[in-house]
């Protein structure tokens, strides 16, 4: 580009040599020199030593540009020893500033072997070229740190340790990283007809359903199955953001590899279940004992030593149930079916569940009332697990509940469902919470609140949605909640009164 502004400028004025050097302030970078249409080579030092006494330094230092009309009578202009009288003698010159947004870009020099040659006409001319010369100076600067920024962003695109594509807003890949060629196993090319939803096997509506509605800064996370080259599927998170490149909008996908996590999740879990599993062949020993021993009691015996084994029943109890539910998390998230069903009927089962209450409400003074609609039909489930739900919810209205507040469990039946409903006066729940609570370890932030793990109210969805059946909360903060489930009547047990 130097060398052509430079033909240019001395051919159009019929000068016999050019010169541009190109500044970074007040350094030369580089620096073009062409005589008689060739150009010549001179290294960056040459070109500052010209700065620092010669012509161009000066237009350097006063931004202005300079004709001279015999350089032998310049003193700006340094005296070579070719310049003597005996050899090329005194010349005619233009030194004109290239300038780029208020900066001097470059020094443009313009020489005539013979002095008074150049007029104003060339001057004007030789000013235009250094102007466009500024104008091409800058922009080939903006491409240079335009491609700096693109390298940057490909080296950091490539070393990130997360496996990274990028796809049209329908999918097509149109960029993988380097972890990402490794962690699928295919070959960029290859990627690159691919489809993101393809490698995911997601659905062909997912992105106008989960991708399209993102807005600026919001990324989805999502756990799914990446199927690799050869056909295996690798555990990964995936994190989906919308990113605005100039040629429109495409989505940014980080797929973060987490077998690892997922294996020491498994076994974590079966070590869980195993402890859980040992810990209840000595409960249900304790248990039975202590039940024994309450039997065997003679009824004259000390009160106080009825009260004790009557806490330590209780809470052995409590133990137990706390470590079937466990277990029993364990079994229905790993989508195992409810294999003990049996006939139940439903009323005995809520007054065992209360029997299993009311000593803990009345402690605090709570009035629970019941209601059972007549006539329920049985129902087909395991009848511990649900016990254990109603239990559950009747727990956290006791817990949640201040003193001297109000329990009401109610059960009817509604079309082909049964319903149970725990409700209470107590502290009420956000409607922004009414769906979290069921997730696991799920907790409302409060000083009043007692402490728990949050695990009661998952397992009791996942134990009524594995008995194909419905839990829901309703609830008004500072008037109370209502818990209710919903089980499906079997089948040929009669038409429900609604018709
Ligand atoms: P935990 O009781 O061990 O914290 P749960 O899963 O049973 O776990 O309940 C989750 C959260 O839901 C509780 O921490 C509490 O904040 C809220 N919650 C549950 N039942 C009630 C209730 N009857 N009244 C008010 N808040 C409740």
Redesign the pocket.
């Known amino acids: 580009m130097l060398s052509r502004v430079l033909m240019l400028s001395s051919r159009h004025v019929g000068a016999e040599r050019a010169s541009i050097i190109v500044l970074d302030g007040n350094q030369a970078v580089e620096g073009a020199l062409i005589v008689n249409d060739f150009l010549l080579e001179r290294s960056v030092e040459h070109w500052n030593n010209v700065l620092q006494d010669g012509l161009a330094g000066w237009v350097l230092r006063n931004r202005q540009a300079v004709m001279l009309s015999d350089t032998s009578r310049d003193e700006r202009w340094a005296q070579r020893p070719d310049d003597a009288a005996s050899r090329t003698g005194a010349k005619s010159a233009i030194c004109v500033p290239v300038m780029a947004r208020e900066q001097v870009v470059g020094i443009l020099t313009i020489v005539h072997p013979k002095p008074l040659f150049f007029n104003q006409e060339h001057l004007a001319l030789v000013q235009s070229i250094a102007d466009q010369a500024g104008i091409a100076i800058y922009n080939a600067r903006l491409y240079n740190s335009l491609q700096a920024v693109t390298r940057r962003y490909r080296e950091l695109f490539d070393d990130s340790i997360d496996p990274i594509c990028i796809t049209s807003l329908n999918g097509q890949i149109l960029e993988a990283n380097r972890q990402a060629i490794s962690l699928t196993g295919y070959p960029a090319e290859v990627l690159a007809e691919k489809s993101i939803l393809e490698l995911l096997k997601l659905p062909a509506d997912w992105l106008s359903v989960n991708a399209e509605p993102l807005g600026a800064g919001q990324t989805l996370r999502q756990e799914g199955l990446l199927w690799t080259a050869d056909q295996s599927a690798v555990p990964v998170e995936v994190h989906v953001r919308k990113v605005a490149f100039p040629s429109g909008d495409v989505l940014q996908w980080i797929l973060q590899d987490i077998t690892e996590r997922k294996q020491l999740d498994a076994l974590r879990d079966d070590l869980m279940a195993m402890v859980y599993h040992d810990l209840r062949s000595p409960l249900s020993n304790i248990i039975s004992s202590l039940e024994m021993l309450n039997m065997l009691l003679p009824v004259s015996d000390d009160e106080n030593l009825r009260a004790l084994l009557s806490i330590a029943i209780r809470s052995t109890g409590r133990m137990q149930r706390l470590i079937n539910t466990l277990l029993d998390i364990y079994r229905l998230e790993a989508g195992q079916p409810i294999t003990n069903r049996t006939r139940t009927e439903v009323a005995p089962l809520v007054y065992e569940a209360v029997d299993t209450i009311l000593p803990v409400a009345e402690n605090k003074g709570q009035q629970v009332d019941v209601q059972i609609e007549p006539n329920l039909p049985p129902l087909d489930i395991d009848t511990d697990m649900i016990r254990r739900v109603l239990i559950?919810l009747m727990d956290?209205?006791t817990?949640?509940?201040s003193f001297k507040g109000k329990i009401f469990l109610s059960v009817c039946r509604k079309g082909d469902r049964v319903e149970f409903s725990v409700c209470?006066n107590?502290?009420?729940?956000p409607p922004d919470a009414l769906e979290v609570?069921f997730d696991k370890f799920?907790?409302?932030q409060?000083e009043r609140?007692p402490k728990?793990?949050?695990?009661?109210?998952?397992f009791c969805r996942l134990a009524v949605r594995s008995h194909g059946g419905e839990i829901w909360v309703e609830?008004k903060v500072n008037e109370g909640?209502c818990?209710t489930f919903a089980l499906p009547v079997s089948p040929g047990d009669g038409e429900s009164p609604s018709g």
């Open positions: 559950n956290n209205a817990k949640y509940t209470d107590g502290p009420g729940i609570i799920a907790r409302l409060s609140f728990g793990i949050g695990l009661g109210l998952a609830s909640s818990f």
